[in-house]
C-alpha cells in the first residue's frame, strides 16, 4: 500500500463516525419496535387489562381464537379483500406510473400532483361515496339500471371492498413503482430494441423484468396494508356484515359489555405477525435476488423516454378513467354532501336544501390546534423517519455485520401489524411503562414516535429499493480516494437516492397528514389530528359537517402540494 | 395557618362570586355549599368534555352551556370539549387511565346503563353527595351507586324508521321479523336494547334469543345507533332496536323523514348519567356544570341542543312524551344501572346476542 494509501485509509479510520452512529439508530429503533411488539405478545398470554391486580396468565385467548370458527371465515375475507385490493392497485398505478416515467406523456406534473392529493382523500370519505353508487338498494349507478334483471353491482361484497381499497391505494403504487421507473438503466432495453425485439416484448422481458423487485416490494407492501386496512371495511364492510382481520379487531378492542379484550386481540393479532414474518421472509429472499438487478452503476445513465404517438390517447383514457373513479366521483360526492342536511341523492328536491351551513358551523377553533399539530406531525414524521430508513437500509444493504439481515426483518414488522393493535400497544406501553420515566401520553411526541415507528417499513422499503438501485462500486470509489462514509452519503448516495428520498418524503408527509387509526387511539384534547377531527364529526354528526371539513382539507392541502411539485420541478427532481 | 388563608381566599372568592353574580339569574338562590363548589370550580377554570357531536350538539352546544352556566353561577369556566367516539369507548379509555395511575383526558364520563354496568367493578367514579348542593332539585330517585352516577336525561328505547320508504307503520318488535322488512332493516353491534329483553322479569333469555335469531335472518346490516342519517338516505329502512329516539327527532328538524317507533312489547325508559372520575383533572368545575346541567336552565338547553331531558322533574318535555306514549298503552321498562347489576344475566347472555347480530346468515 502506498503512502497516499495508507493516509487515506488511516484518515477514514479515524473520522468515519457514521456507521456507527447509523448502527446504534437502528439499534435504539429496533428495540423500540420490539417493545412495542413484546407488548401485544405479552397481552396475548393474559386475562384482564393491564394495571389490573387480577391479571393472571393463561392461554385461553389462543383456544378461544384458534377454536372459533369466525377467526377463520374472517381471515379467508381479509386475504381476498387483500388479493383484491393489490389487483385494483397495480392495476392502475404501475401503468400510470410507467406512463409517468418512461413516456412523453405532455401533463406529468399534473399527473403527480393528482396522484398525491389522491393520497388525501380520506377512505371514509370514498368509501361513502361508493356506497352511494353501487349500493344494491341506494345507489344511484344501480338505481340508473333498476329496469334491468337483479342488482348489476353490489358494492357491499368483498369484490366491492376490494375495488374501493384498491382505488385508493393505487396511488400507493404509483408512486412506489414509479421511482423505480425513473432510476432504470435504459442500456439494456435499448440492447434488445438493437437485436430487434419489439415495444412490447421489451417491456415484458426487459423494462418488468428490471423493474419485478421493486414492483414486488410494492406488492408486498400494498398486500399488508390492504390487508392491515379499516376504514373501508369499516364503513362498507361492517355495516354488511362482512369483517376483515381490522373491524374484527376493533370489535373485540371495543366491547360494549366488558372491558376492553386486549388478550383475545392480542391473540388474534399474533396470527398477523406469523403473516408478516413470511412475508417478510419472502421480501428478503427476494431481496437477495434482488441483487442482480441494480441498474445504476457507475457509468452514466439517463432513462430512455418512449414516444407515445397514437398510444397518447389510450393513456390519457387510462389515466381519466382513474382519476374519474378514484378522484372526481368522491369529491362530488363529498361537495354534494358537504351542503345538504342530510346526504340525499342528487335531485331538485334535494338541491333546494343546499345551503354552506355545514362549513358556517365548524368548529374552527378545533379545527386550527389540530391542523397546528397535523402539520408539526407531517413536517417532522417522514424527516425523522426517512433518517431511521436510511441507517436501516445502509445497515442492512451496505455493512458486513453479521446479521444484519435481521434488522430488515424487524423494519418490516411494523407495517405487518394492524394499528389498531400498534396503537393499543403504544397506549399501554406509554401508560404502564414509560410514563414516568418519560411522560408522552398527551402529546404530539408520543404521535410522532408512534408514526415514525409505523411508517418505517414504508420508509425501508423505499430506501432499500433506491440503494439496491446504486452499486456499492460507487461509494467503494469514494472510500478509495479517502472519502467517508458521510462523505460518501452526502456527495454520492443521497443526490443519486435524491428522486427516491423526495417521493418517498413527500409519501409519508401526506400519509401522516391522513393517518387516522393510530391517531385515533393516542388523541387527547392537546393532541388531537385533523383526521380524527373529520372522523369524529363524521362519527358523532353526520357525513355533511365531516364531508365539509375534509373539503377544508384539501383544499388547505391542495396549494401546498402544487408549491411542492413546482419547486421539485424547478430542481429536476420529478419527472417533466 | 395556610388552610385558614386558604379558607378565607375561597370565602372571599365567593363572595366576590356573590357579588358578581348579582346580575344573574340564579346565582342569589345557591347554597354555602354551591358557592364553594362554584369557587373551587371558578379556580380551576376548565372542564374538558368529549362525547358524540350529536350529543347535546358537541361544540356549539358546549358554548351554549358554557355561555348559560358561567351567567347562572357567576363563574368564568371554559367548556373544553372534543367530538369522540362512543361511550363504552370513552369509558374504556378512562379506566385505563385511571388503571396507569393517570389523570383523566376528560373530566365526565356520560353513559347509559350498558356503558357503566361493566366499569362499575373497577371503582374509579368519585362518589358525590349532589344532594347537598342543590337539594330543592336533586333528589334520591337521582343518584345512584351512593352518588357515582347521576342521572341526567331520559331516553326512550325502541326502533327508528324511515317514514317516507317504510313498507308498513310498525307497532310491535314483531312487525320486523314480516317478509317485506327483509333485507332492508339494521341492528346494532351491541345488541342495543335486546340485552335488556333477556332479563329474566322482562322477556327472558329464550325469547329474546329466539327473536334476535329470525331478527339476524331480516336485516341488511348493522349500524350504530348515532348513524341514523343512514336511515334518512335509505340505505337501511329501519334501525330495530335503537338507543334512544333523540335521533329521529332531531333528523327530524332537518327535514329527514324518520320516526321512532315505541314498541308496545317491548319499550325501555333508560337514563344517560354524569360520573365524575376520581382521577379527574378538574373535579370541582365537573361537578358544577352536572349540576347546571340538572338546573332548569341546564334541563331546558339539554331538550334544545339532545331533544331529551329528565322525564321527571318539572316543566320536563320528555315527561310528556313519557305520558302521551303511556296514553296509548305503551309500558315502559325503566333501566337504570342499580337494577341491571341486580340482573347478572343480561351481561351474561350479551356475548351470545351480540354475535347473533354481527354473524351473517
Given at each position: 500500500?502506498?503512502?497516499?494509501a495508507e493516509s487515506?485509509?488511516?484518515r477514514?479510520a479515524?473520522?468515519d463516525?457514521l ?11 429496533s ?5 412495542h411488539l ?20 393463561t392461554?385461553a385467548?389462543?383456544a378461544e381464537v ?5 377467526s ?19 392495476g ?11 413516456t ?8 403527480f400532483?393528482l ?10 370519505a ?15 349507478i344501480?338505481q ?11 358494492i357491499?361484497s ?7 381499497q ?6 400507493l403504487?404509483f ?5 423505480v ?9 435499448e440492447a434488445?430494441?438493437?437485436?430487434g ?5 421489451v417491456?415484458?422481458r ?6 419485478w423487485?421493486?414492483i ?15 376504514d373501508?371495511?369499516?364503513?362498507i364492510?361492517?355495516g ?9 379487531l ?7 359489555d366488558?372491558?376492553p ?5 392480542a ?14 421472509w ?13 441498474v ?13 404517438g ?6 390519457w ?9 378514484s ?14 342536511p342530510?346526504f340525499?341523492?342528487p ?7 343546499a345551503?354552506?351551513t ?21 413536517a ?12 436501516f ?5 451496505r ?14 414488522l411494523?407495517?405487518?401489524?394492524p394499528?389498531?393493535?400498534?396503537g393499543v400497544g ?17 402529546t404530539?411526541w ?5 408514526f415514525?415507528?409505523?411508517r418505517i417499513s ?5 430506501t432499500n429499493?433506491?440503494l439496491?438501485?446504486?452499486h456499492?462500486?460507487l ?6 480516494s479517502?472519502a ?23 409519501w409519508?408527509?401526506l400519509l ?10 393516542l388523541?387527547?384534547a392537546?393532541?388531537?389530528?385533523f383526521?380524527v377531527?373529520?372522523w369524529?364529526?363524521w362519527?358523532?354528526?353526520?357525513l355533511?359537517?365531516a ?8 383544499l388547505m392541502?391542495?396549494?401546498?402540494i402544487?408549491a ?13 | 395557618?395556610t388552610?385558614i ?8 372568592l ?6 358578581a353574580?348579582?346580575?344573574a ?7 354555602a ?8 370550580a ?13 350529543t ?9 352551556f ?5 351567567k347562572?353561577?357567576g ?9 369522540g ?22 373530566d ?7 356503558q ?8 374509579f ?9 342543590m337539594?330543592?332539585r336533586?333528589?334520591?330517585?337521582m343518584?345512584?351507586?351512593d352518588?357515582?352516577?347521576?342521572r ?16 308498513m307503520k310498525?307497532?310491535?318488535l ?12 339494521a341492528s346494532?353491534?351491541y345488541a342495543a336494547?335486546f340485552?335488556?329483553?333477556?332479563a329474566?322479569?322482562?322477556w327472558?333469555k ?11 335472518q331480516?336485516?341488511?346490516g348493522?349500524?350504530?345507533?348515532g ?17 334512544t329516539?333523540?335521533d ?5 328538524e332537518k ?10 312489547d ?16 378538574h373535579?370541582n368545575?365537573?361537578?358544577?356544570y352536572?349540576?347546571?346541567?340538572l ?11 339532545w ?6 322533574l ?11 306514549y303511556?296514553?296509548l ?11 341491571q ?7 351474561a347472555?350479551?356475548?351470545e ?5 354481527t354473524t351473517?346468515?
Amino acid at each position: 500500500m502506498s503512502a497516499t494509501a495508507e493516509s487515506l485509509s488511516l484518515r477514514r479510520a479515524t473520522s468515519d463516525f457514521l456507521p456507527a452512529a447509523m448502527l446504534l439508530i437502528v439499534l435504539a429503533a429496533s428495540v423500540v419496535v420490539l417493545c412495542h411488539l413484546a407488548i401485544v405478545l405479552w397481552l396475548a398470554w393474559t386475562s384482564g387489562s393491564p394495571g389490573d391486580p387480577d391479571l393472571a396468565y393463561t392461554a385461553a385467548n389462543f383456544a378461544e381464537v384458534f377454536s372459533d370458527a369466525r377467526s377463520y371465515s374472517v381471515l379467508i375475507d381479509t386475504f381476498a379483500f387483500a388479493f383484491v385490493s393489490l389487483a385494483v392497485a397495480l392495476g392502475f398505478g404501475i401503468p400510470i406510473a410507467w406512463i409517468a416515467e418512461r413516456t412523453d406523456f405532455p401533463a406529468k406534473t399534473a399527473l403527480f400532483t393528482l396522484m398525491a392529493i389522491g393520497l388525501l382523500i380520506p377512505g371514509f370519505a370514498a368509501a361513502m361515496g361508493w356506497l352511494f353508487l353501487l349500493h344494491p338498494r341506494i345507489g344511484l349507478i344501480n338505481q340508473l339500471l333498476a329496469g334491468l334483471p337483479g342488482v348489476p353491482f353490489n358494492i357491499a361484497s368483498i369484490l366491492g371492498m376490494g375495488w374501493v381499497q384498491g382505488l385508493n391505494l393505487a396511488p400507493l403504487a404509483f408512486i412506489m413503482t414509479a421511482a423505480v421507473f425513473r432510476s432504470m438503466d435504459p442500456s439494456l432495453e435499448e440492447a434488445a430494441e438493437v437485436h430487434g425485439a419489439g415495444a412490447w416484448t421489451v417491456l415484458r422481458r426487459v423494462t418488468v423484468r428490471l423493474a419485478w423487485p421493486g414492483i414486488m416490494a410494492a406488492s408486498i407492501y400494498i398486500f399488508m396494508t390492504a390487508f392491515a386496512a379499516f376504514d373501508v371495511p369499516a364503513i362498507i364492510g361492517w355495516g354488511n356484515r362482512i369483517f376483515t382481520f381490522t373491524t374484527y379487531l376493533y370489535l373485540l378492542l371495543n366491547p360494549q359489555d366488558v372491558l376492553p379484550r386486549y388478550g383475545l386481540a392480542a391473540a388474534l393479532s399474533t396470527v398477523a405477525l406469523a403473516i408478516a414474518a413470511l412475508m417478510a421472509w419472502w421480501y428478503g429472499a427476494m431481496q437477495q435476488r434482488s441483487r442482480q438487478f441494480a441498474v445504476v452503476t457507475g457509468r452514466a445513465y439517463r432513462p430512455k423516454i418512449i414516444k407515445l404517438g397514437r398510444r397518447a390517447a389510450g393513456a390519457w383514457l387510462l389515466i381519466a378513467t382513474y382519476l374519474i373513479l378514484s378522484k372526481v366521483l368522491p369529491i362530488l360526492l363529498l361537495i354534494w354532501s358537504s351542503v345538504l342536511p342530510f346526504f340525499q341523492l342528487p335531485s331538485a328536491q334535494a338541491l333546494a336544501t343546499a345551503s354552506f351551513t355545514h362549513y358556517a358551523t365548524l368548529p374552527w377553533e378545533l379545527v386550527l390546534t389540530s391542523l397546528w399539530n397535523t402539520s408539526i406531525l407531517a413536517a417532522l414524521t417522514p424527516t425523522v423517519t426517512l433518517a431511521v430508513s436510511l441507517a436501516f437500509s445502509w445497515v442492512v444493504l451496505r455493512s458486513k455485520l453479521p446479521g444484519r439481515a435481521a434488522f430488515d426483518f424487524i423494519a418490516f414488522l411494523p407495517h405487518a401489524v394492524p394499528s389498531i393493535v400498534f396503537g393499543v400497544g403504544a397506549l399501554l406501553l406509554t401508560l404502564f411503562v414509560l410514563q414516568r420515566a418519560l411522560p408522552l401520553y398527551g402529546t404530539i411526541w408520543i404521535l410522532l414516535l408512534v408514526f415514525t415507528i409505523a411508517r418505517i417499513s414504508y420508509g425501508t422499503r423505499m430506501t432499500n429499493s433506491g440503494l439496491i438501485q446504486i452499486h456499492a462500486e460507487l461509494e467503494e470509489s469514494a472510500h478509495m480516494s479517502g472519502a467517508t462514509t458521510w462523505d460518501a452519503l452526502r456527495r454520492i448516495t443521497a443526490p443519486l437516492m435524491a428522486p427516491t428520498l423526495l417521493y418517498a418524503w413527500l409519501w409519508i408527509c401526506l400519509l401522516t397528514f391522513r393517518e387516522l387509526t393510530l391517531a385515533v387511539i393516542l388523541s387527547t384534547a392537546d393532541n388531537i389530528t385533523f383526521p380524527v377531527v373529520v372522523w369524529s364529526l363524521w362519527l358523532g354528526g353526520g357525513l355533511g359537517q365531516a364531508s365539509a371539513l375534509a373539503m377544508v382539507m384539501l383544499l388547505m392541502m391542495t396549494p401546498l402540494i402544487a408549491a411542492y411539485w413546482f419547486f421539485a420541478r424547478r430542481q429536476g427532481l420529478v419527472a417533466t | 395557618m395556610t388552610i385558614i388563608r386558604s379558607r378565607l381566599a375561597s370565602l372571599a372568592l365567593a363572595a366576590a362570586l356573590a357579588i358578581a353574580g348579582c346580575g344573574a339569574t340564579h346565582a342569589q338562590e345557591m347554597n354555602a355549599a354551591l358557592k364553594e363548589l362554584a369557587a373551587a370550580a371558578n379556580k380551576e377554570g376548565v372542564v374538558n368534555l368529549s362525547w358524540s357531536q350529536s350529543t347535546f350538539a358537541g361544540i356549539q352546544g358546549a358554548a351554549r352551556f358554557q355561555a348559560a352556566m358561567n351567567k347562572a353561577f357567576g363563574t368564568n369556566i371554559r367548556l373544553n370539549f372534543l367530538p369522540g367516539p362512543d361511550m363504552a369507548r370513552i369509558a374504556n379509555q378512562l379506566v385505563t387511565e385511571f388503571s396507569a395511575g393517570q389523570k383523566a383526558h376528560i373530566d365526565i364520563l356520560l353513559g347509559a346503563s350498558p356503558q357503566i354496568t361493566p366499569i362499575v367493578k373497577t371503582n374509579f367514579l368519585e362518589p358525590v353527595e349532589w344532594r347537598k348542593y342543590m337539594p330543592d332539585r336533586v333528589t334520591a330517585e337521582m343518584t345512584e351507586l351512593d352518588g357515582q352516577i347521576i342521572r341526567i336525561v331520559t331516553g326512550l328505547s325502541g326502533a327508528t324508521y324511515n317514514s317516507r320508504l317504510a313498507p308498513m307503520k310498525p307497532t310491535t318488535l314483531a312487525d320486523f321479523l314480516r317478509p317485506e322488512w327483509k333485507g332492508k332493516i339494521a341492528s346494532t353491534p351491541y345488541a342495543a336494547g335486546f340485552d335488556v329483553l333477556a332479563a329474566a322479569d322482562v322477556w327472558g333469555k329464550d325469547k329474546t334469543v329466539a327473536y334476535v335469531q329470525a331478527l339476524s335472518q331480516q336485516i341488511a346490516g348493522v349500524m350504530r345507533c348515532g348513524e341514523a342519517e343512514r336511515i334518512a338516505t335509505g340505505e337501511y329502512l329501519a334501525l330495530v332496536m335503537d338507543c334512544t329516539g333523540q335521533d329521529a327527532l332531531q333528523w327530524q328538524e332537518k327535514g329527514a323523514p324518520l320516526a321512532q317507533m315505541m314498541p308496545l312489547d317491548a319499550a325501555q325508559q333508560r337514563y344517560y348519567y354524569f360520573a365524575v372520575p376520581k382521577n379527574a383533572q378538574h373535579p370541582n368545575a365537573a361537578k358544577l356544570y352536572t349540576l347546571f346541567t340538572l338546573s332548569e336552565e341546564g334541563q331546558k338547553l339539554s331538550y334544545d341542543t339532545w331533544k331529551t331531558d329528565l322525564h321527571f322533574l318539572p316543566g320536563s318535555r320528555m315527561g310528556k312524551m313519557v305520558d302521551d306514549y303511556k296514553k296509548l298503552g305503551v309500558k315502559f321498562k325503566e333501566v337504570t344501572v342499580e337494577w341491571q347489576l341486580q340482573h347478572p344475566e343480561i351481561n351474561a347472555g350479551r356475548s351470545e346476542l351480540i354475535k347473533i347480530l354481527t354473524t351473517k346468515g
